[in-house]
């Protein structure tokens, strides 16, 4: 257990929805990073937050957007659905701004009907 | 660009049969090498990390080295339960991930 939590664990919706994910990291992590994994692409990072600023972005589409509060947690916000953004979600938690070492949280499972 | 390749995609071992894994990676700027395990499902599990050239890290069947090009992964006698996909990533800034090599065991 890495100690980085995610909820929910699944998620199926339809195409032109938007969905949230919700991330809580690690006790003293302050930064949370947000990945999809698919099974053509990878792990392929979208965005990074820290101590609830935007630090650095990865290749995240317009329509999604992410935040992250001052109790540290952070959502994935989905939207506007298209079948191929049906994949894993992973966030992961690091203590510092720079990306050293990151801790994985179970992932979320979005499946896009 | 910068690019982080794994080979081979997948391995079969038999249990006991040591072998390596490969990471060559061509970026500028790296701030380290990362190697995490990932079960199918399942969030990547972090193993080591690697800052500088000739640096070598061991747990357990493990042992992660590192070169100004590539990194390996040796696997000493290998357990079914080392079955798994292995990761590296390059940290530069932000963290690059190669495809992973599945190792069954």
């Known amino acids: 257990d890495s100690g980085v939590t995610q909820t929910p664990k699944h998620l199926i919706t339809a195409t032109g929805q938007r969905v949230t994910l919700r991330c809580s990291p690690r006790?003293?992590?302050?930064?949370v990073y947000w990945y999809q994994q698919s099974l053509d692409q990878g792990l392929q990072f979208l965005i990074q937050y820290y101590n609830g600023e935007e630090r650095a972005k990865g290749n995240i589409l317009e329509r999604f957007s992410a935040q992250q509060f001052p109790d540290l947690h952070s959502e994935l916000n989905l939207s506007s659905l298209e079948l191929g953004d049906s994949a894993l979600y992973f966030c992961?938690?690091?203590?510092?701004?720079?990306?050293?070492?990151?801790?994985f949280g179970p992932g979320t499972r979005l499946l896009v009907l | 660009e910068d690019q982080v390749t794994q080979s081979p995609e997948a391995l079969r071992l038999q249990e006991g049969e040591s072998s390596s894994l490969n990471c060559s990676y061509t970026v500028s700027g790296l701030r380290g090498l990362f190697w995490y395990r990932q079960d199918p499902g399942k969030g990547p599990e972090f193993l080591f990390t690697?800052?500088?050239a000739g640096e070598e890290k061991e747990k357990e069947r493990l042992k992660a080295t590192l070169t100004k090009k590539e990194s390996f992964l040796h696997i000493t006698a290998p357990k079914p339960e080392d079955s798994a996909t292995y990761l590296c990533a390059t940290n530069t800034d932000k963290l690059i991930f190669g495809t992973g090599t599945r190792l069954q065991v």
């Open positions: 992961a938690s690091s203590v510092a701004v720079r990306q050293e070492t990151q801790y």
């Open positions: 690697l800052y500088s």
């Open positions: 006790s003293g992590d302050l930064s």
